[in-house]
């Protein structure tokens, strides 16, 4: 009787500790997280604001994307940023073809204060010189 007991409970907290392993398998915290440059990507306030009263729907900020950081909202015919971290850091592109102009970022100089501050450049410097293999390429010389 007192062995069943015991078996049991043994099989209880082994059961505990197989659930939180599978909790903390499918959660995102053992994940890597992105970033720029070694700096989080969360850190960095670089992704697009729509001003809606500019906005005439036509799409072209949310077809035009690469990185899928726009839904469309079509009850209401504006876009919406549905994934701001995914923006790419310092791309414009939206920006440049919103034909109403209704796009915009932070200045370039918030960018370029992080760069020179945060050791963006060794960082890259450091990334580039262990990726040899992938990088390397030939400038033709002229003769
Ligand atoms: S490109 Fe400009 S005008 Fe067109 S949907 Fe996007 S924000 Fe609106
Ligand atoms: S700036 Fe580039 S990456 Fe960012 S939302 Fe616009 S098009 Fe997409």
């Known amino acids: 009787m007192l062995r069943a007991t015991v078996r049991n409970r043994i099989e209880y907290c082994i059961l505990i500790v197989v659930i939180r392993e599978v909790e903390w398998l499918f959660s995102q915290e053992h994940l890597p997280q992105p970033s720029w440059h070694g700096i989080p990507r969360k850190n960095i306030d670089w992704y697009p604001v729509i001003e809606p009263e500019l906005c005439i729907g036509c799409g072209i ?41 209704a796009i915009s970022f932070p200045p370039m100089s918030y960018l370029h204060k992080i760069i020179k501050k945060r050791g963006v450049i060794q960082h890259s410097r450091t990334e580039l010189m262990s990726n040899m293999q992938k990088y390397t390429g030939k400038k033709q010389l002229k003769t």
């Open 61 to 101: 900020c949310v077809l035009g994307c690469g990185r899928q950081v726009f839904k469309f909202d079509y009850e209401n015919n504006v876009p919406i940023v549905a994934d701001a971290l995914n923006c790419l850091v310092g791309c414009t592109t939206c920006e440049n073809t919103c034909p109403q102009h």
